[in-house]
C-alpha cells in the first residue's frame, strides 16, 4: 500500500507522484473531500439508498488524502502503477477513476482555475478575461491506438506527426495560463481547421492580438490583429528583416509552448491514449486545471 508519509517528506518526491507539492497538494485535500461526500450523497439519492452510509466493506481509499493521490498518481503516471501502489484490482482501479474524475474537477472549478472551455459572445469574453491584450494560440496533440476500422484509422491520422492523434486547441495569456481549451479532435483536421470550428475565437474583441504560427494562415483574414511569422514566398527566400521579425514573433509566442512542454509532464497526456470511452479531453481539460493551479499557488 503506498506510504503518503514517506512520499511528503520531500517536496521532490511529491513533484514526481503527484505533479504538486505539499502545500498545493494540503490546499485540494479539504476541498477535494467535500466534493467527494456531495457526489457520494447525490449517487445514493439517484440510487435511492436506505443503507446507512459508510456500511458495508471499509474501502482501501480511506481518507481524502489517499483518493486525493490515487487519482493525481493516475494523472501523472498513467495506468500502470495504481494496482500495485493502492493494492487494487484492475477493475476496483477502472472504478475509483470514474469516481474520482468528476470530482478533481468539482475542487479545481471551485479553486477558479479550469480554463473555459465555450465563449458565446464578446462580453462574455470580457468579463472572463478583462485585463487579456495579447492571446498565444496553438494547437497541442497527442497520440492515440489506431483504430481496426480502416476509415477511423484515416480520419485520425496525422500526417505531420506520422502518428494517430487527437488535437486540442488551447490559448494562453504571456504569463502562461491556459484562458481556453478547445474539445478534442480527430487528427487530421489542420490547425487553421481547427481554429475555424471553434465558434469561440469568433467573439474575441478586436483590440486583442492574437499570436500564432504559420500552421493558422489565414487567420489574419478573419482578425487583423494578428501577429504571425511570414512563409517563405513560392520561388523566393526571406529577406534578412523579415527573417529577424519571424524570431521576434516565435520567442514572444514561445510560452504557450512551454505550457505544452508542461502538461505534458503528466503521462497521461505523454504516453499513447488508451482509453476507450473518451477520457483524454476530460485529462488535458484538468491537467490544464492543475497547471493553472500551480502557476496561480505560486503567484
Not at 501523472?76 to 495504481?82: H, V
Request: net charge positive; proline share 3%; aromatic share 10%.
Amino acid at each position: 500500500m503506498l506510504n503518503l508519509e514517506r512520499i511528503q517528506k520531500t517536496e521532490r518526491t511529491m513533484k514526481a507522484m503527484f505533479g504538486l507539492s505539499l502545500e498545493q497538494f494540503n490546499e485540494l485535500v479539504e476541498s477535494f473531500d467535500r466534493n467527494y461526500e456531495k457526489a457520494i450523497d447525490a449517487q445514493r439519492a439517484d440510487r435511492g439508498c436506505v443503507r446507512k452510509k459508510r456500511g458495508g466493506k471499509k474501502s482501501r481509499l480511506s481518507s481524502p488524502s489517499l483518493k486525493l493521490s490515487f487519482i493525481l498518481i493516475y494523472l501523472k503516471c498513467y495506468y500502470d502503477l495504481q494496482g500495485v501502489l493502492f493494492d487494487l484490482d484492475a477493475g476496483n482501479c477502472c472504478d475509483w477513476v470514474k469516481r474520482l474524475l468528476p470530482v478533481l474537477e468539482a475542487t479545481l472549478g471551485e479553486k477558479q482555475v479550469l480554463p473555459a472551455r465555450k465563449i458565446s459572445n464578446v462580453t462574455e469574453f470580457l468579463q472572463l478575461f478583462p485585463n487579456e491584450k495579447d492571446l498565444l494560440i496553438d494547437v497541442t496533440e497527442r497520440r492515440t491506438q489506431r483504430a481496426t476500422n480502416n476509415k477511423t484509422q484515416r480520419k485520425y491520422y496525422s500526417g505531420k506527426q506520422k502518428a494517430h492523434t487527437r488535437k486540442n486547441i488551447a490559448a494562453s495569456n504571456p504569463e502562461k495560463k491556459i484562458l481556453f481549451l478547445g474539445a478534442a479532435k480527430a487528427g487530421h483536421y489542420h490547425d487553421k481547421k481547427i481554429f475555424d470550428k471553434e465558434t469561440s475565437f469568433r467573439f474575441i474583441p478586436s483590440e486583442c492580438c492574437l499570436w500564432i504560427d504559420k500552421g493558422f494562415q489565414g487567420v489574419q483574414h478573419v482578425h487583423k490583429n494578428t501577429m504571425q511569422p511570414k512563409k517563405k514566398p513560392r520561388n523566393r527566400e526571406l529577406g534578412a528583416e523579415e527573417k529577424e521579425e519571424n524570431k521576434v514573433i516565435s520567442a514572444l509566442r514561445m510560452p504557450i509552448e512551454n505550457v505544452f512542454a508542461g502538461l505534458k509532464r503528466m503521462r497521461c497526456l505523454y504516453d499513447v491514449h488508451r482509453n476507450r470511452n473518451g477520457q483524454d479531453d476530460m485529462f488535458i481539460y484538468l491537467v490544464a486545471g492543475l497547471w493553472n493551479f500551480n502557476l496561480e499557488y505560486r503567484g
